[in-house]
């Protein structure tokens, strides 16, 4: 079974710069989380989807920060325009109900 | 404020021997538990997980024991090895809209295990 895939796997970009991010979640899955992990923290909820519905928005920082989910599958995630307190690893998870949550590999946002 | 905390950023133990990592929690609607290893350039990976029904949970070398009066669990490796070592994240969820779980992080701890 394929688990949750993110891509890409690193990004480096200047401030100001827009920048996105991928994930495909495991199949039959409904629940998809967007974490960020600053160095040396644990992975903080940046928002829930349960299907297409973002249910916990409120750690998104919706001035330059935005996500969808459609079809309820993939999601993606942008940041518009990127600072250089972004910098940081994103995560996406994924899990079905009451089941642990499976991550991505996450990708690693350098902005410069 | 911090919802799970891991007070220790660290810890080193011989191979053989037992780890302990310890989380605690503020967040008495808190009714599940999990831990997480993360290696280097990998996302987390689910290890074990309690119901707050529960006070012990048992995987191989693996066991979480909570204690809800205390807002307290660990997780006891034993006996550690060498591959154990990574960062552990204690991880807290309580039932959300749809009953799914928002999963409140700790800031982990990364245990060696030397051999």
């Known amino acids: 079974e394929a688990g949750v895939v993110q891509s890409p796997r690193y990004k480096i970009i200047e401030k100001k710069q827009p920048v996105a991010f991928w994930c495909n979640p495991i199949?039959?899955?409904?629940?998809l989380y967007w974490y960020r992990q600053n160095l040396g923290q644990g992975p903080e909820l940046l928002i829930r989807?349960?299907?297409?519905?973002?249910?916990?928005d409120s750690q998104l920082p919706k001035d330059r920060f935005s996500a969808e989910r459609l079809k309820g599958v993939d999601s993606t995630l942008k940041i518009q325009p990127a600072e250089l307190g972004d910098s940081a690893v994103y995560l996406c998870?994924?899990?079905?109900?009451?089941?642990?949550?499976?991550f991505g590999q996450g990708t690693r946002l350098t902005v410069v | 404020d911090q919802q799970v905390k891991q007070n220790s950023p660290s810890l080193s133990v011989q191979e053989g021997r037992i780890s302990i990592l310890n989380c605690d929690y503020t967040?008495?609607?808190?009714?599940?538990f999990l831990w997480y290893k993360k290696y280097p350039a990998e996302g987390p990976t689910f290890l074990i997980s309690i119901s707050s029904i529960k006070d012990k949970n048992e995987d191989g070398r693996f066991t979480v024991f909570l204690n809800k009066s205390a807002k307290h669990l660990s997780l006891h490796i034993v006996p550690s090895q060498p591959g154990d070592s990574a960062v552990y994240f204690c991880a807290a969820s309580a039932r959300g809209q749809g009953g799914s779980e928002k999963l409140v992080f700790g800031k982990g701890t990364k245990l060696t295990v030397n051999p």
């Open positions: 967040n008495s609607m808190f009714d599940y």
């Open positions: 199949s039959g899955h409904n629940t």
């Open positions: 998870a994924s899990s079905s109900r009451r089941t642990e949550a499976f």
């Open positions: 989807y349960e299907n297409e519905e973002a249910v916990d």
